[in-house]
T-cell receptor, first 111, second 113 residues
Framework: NAGVTQTPKFRVLKTGQSMTLLCAQD?????MYWYRQDPGMGLRLIHY???????AKGEVPDGYNVSRLKKQNFLLGLESAAPSQTSVYFC??????????FGPGTRLTVT | AQSVTQLGSHVSVSEGALVLLRCNYS??????LFWYVQYPNQGLQLLLK??????LVKGINGFEAEFKKSETSFHLTKPSAHMSDAAEYFC???????????FGQGTELSVKP
């Protein structure tokens, strides 16, 4: 089992560009999450999904969109990147409200 | 609203010394509590969790934590630090629904030889 994988690992964007981060899990988990990690702020929830075809806003959703067309995939989109979105992004999945399993992260820099 | 406070953004101990990382939470319902560890340039890995039952929880790598409802605390301890314990540690709380986690700010643990 690969667990939770994230693509890409690194990315540099210019302000205003768009991109999509892909998260995939092979554990048949219902719940999936996108977080951003910034120094001194822990992890903050961007969006989450409790099942295929459903998404919901987390703590810091502005500037991001998500889609969960397949149970195993959860996509995070930035339509018009801003320097404030420079961060490390983590995807996680869980079976209901048990422990979350995290991917290795995507380091995004917006110049 | 739930919140998590980790006292000390940076803790330094000597190898072989006691490790104590503090976590206090606020929650209006009985919480699920977690400690995660993050090694440099890696994702988060679960150390231990409290859901129900015994309040002293044992995790991986010799860590344990005790849920104290009266103190709203879930401090992480390890009797003897090892160099390989150097990492960032995150405390997190979840309510009874949905699995959303609220994370503390993190505590970076350094271990001196």
């Amino acid at each position: 089992n690969a667990g939770v994988t994230q693509t890409p690992k690194f990315r540099v964007l210019k302000t205003g560009q768009s991109m999509t981060l892909l998260c995939a899990q092979d554990m048949n988990h219902e719940y999936m999450y996108w977080y951003r990690q910034d120094p001194g702020m822990g992890l903050r929830l961007i969006h989450y999904s409790v099942g295929e075809g459903t998404t919901a806003k987390g703590e810091v959703p502005d500037g991001y969109n998500v889609s969960r067309l397949k149970k195993q995939n959860f996509l995070l989109g930035l339509e018009s990147a801003a320097p404030s979105q420079t961060s490390v992004y983590f995807c996680a999945s869980s079976y209901l409200n048990y422990e979350q399993y995290f991917g290795p992260g995507t380091r995004l820099t917006v110049t | 609203a739930q919140s998590v406070t980790q006292l000390g953004s940076h803790v330094s101990v000597s190898e072989g010394a006691l490790v104590l990382l503090r976590c206090n939470y606020s929650s209006s319902v009985p919480p699920y509590l977690f400690w995660y560890v993050q090694y440099p340039n890696q994702g988060l890995q679960l150390l231990l969790k409290y859901t129900t039952g015994a309040t002293l929880v044992k995790g991986i790598n010799g860590f344990e934590a005790e849920f104290k409802k009266s103190e709203t605390s879930f401090h992480l301890t390890k009797p003897s630090a090892h160099m390989s314990d150097a990492a960032e540690y995150f405390c997190a709380v979840s309510d009874d629904w949905g699995g959303k986690l609220i994370f503390g700010q993190g505590t970076e643990l350094s271990v001196k030889p």
